[in-house]
């Protein structure tokens, strides 16, 4: 079975600064990632993805993601916020073709001038 | 092309009413899975359909229910309402189901059950 671990319930962060969301992730088998954004009141939207090939992910909005396999993580980074960018923020992994997304309980960002 | 659409987007209910929620998926689009949000349990899969067939299954009772017609919409119906069921149902498609296919979220419905 595969499960989620986002280590972080919150973060707060001023805007232009950086911010990392920390995801690491248990499968016994190779999975697929994914980070998911949702506005308030809103569906989630596909932020990136990782299949294979290079563990540097970059996504829409300025935000990248690398793919540690020894570490079993996929932090999520930006390197300015904007105000914009508050939201709640999804960590997902799939193992096989035909298995549900598995996320994980995800993190609070709020960005403040 | 025009996303995931889901009706209706609010829905209020009292204790023991069922309650049917539509979920029309992205065109071209065969695979059609729901899921529950709750603040309490986060994101937890119910269930998937593919080609009118329910493939896979979460871990909820048999009161939650869906269906998915020719035309790969979808709808998902809960029975005897329960104070618990009060959540954020989202509807996901994808192309097919291989674990490449990117799921693509509609806005949900948010159900109150009182």
């Known amino acids: 079975a595969q499960s989620v671990t986002q280590l972080d319930s919150q973060v707060p962060v001023f805007e232009e600064a950086p911010v990392e969301l920390r995801c690491n992730y248990s499968?016994?088998?190779?999975?697929?990632l994914f980070w998911y954004v949702q506005y308030p009141n809103q569906g989630l939207q596909l932020l990136l993805k990782?299949?294979?090939?290079?563990?540097l992910v970059k996504g829409i909005n300025g935000f990248e993601a690398e793919f540690n396999k020894s570490q079993t993580s996929f932090h999520l980074r930006k390197p300015s916020v904007h105000i914009s960018d508050t939201a709640e923020y999804f960590c997902?992994?799939?193992?096989?073709?035909?298995?549900?997304?598995?996320f994980g309980k995800g993190t609070t960002l709020s960005v403040s001038s | 092309k025009a996303g995931v659409t889901q009706t209706p987007r609010y829905l209020i209910k009292t204790r023991g009413q069922q309650v049917t929620l539509s979920c029309s998926p992205i065109?071209?689009?065969?695979?059609v899975s729901w899921y529950q949000q709750t603040p309490g349990q986060g994101l937890q899969f119910l269930f998937e359909?593919?080609?009118?067939?329910?493939?896979n299954k979460g871990n909820f009772p048999g009161r939650f229910s869906g269906r998915q017609f020719s035309n790969s919409r979808s709808e998902m119906n809960v029975s005897t309402l329960e104070l618990g069921d009060s959540a954020l149902y989202l509807c996901?498609?994808?192309?097919?189901?291989?674990?490449?296919?990117?799921?693509?979220f509609g806005p949900g419905t948010r159900l109150t059950v009182l």
């Open positions: 996901a498609s994808s192309l097919n189901r291989d674990r490449v296919d990117t799921q693509y």
């Open positions: 499968s016994s088998v190779s999975v697929y």
């Open positions: 990782y299949l294979s090939g290079s563990t």
């Open positions: 065109s071209g689009h065969r695979s």
């Open positions: 997902a992994v799939r193992a096989q073709a035909g298995t549900a997304l598995i």
């Open positions: 359909y593919f080609s009118e067939t329910q493939r």
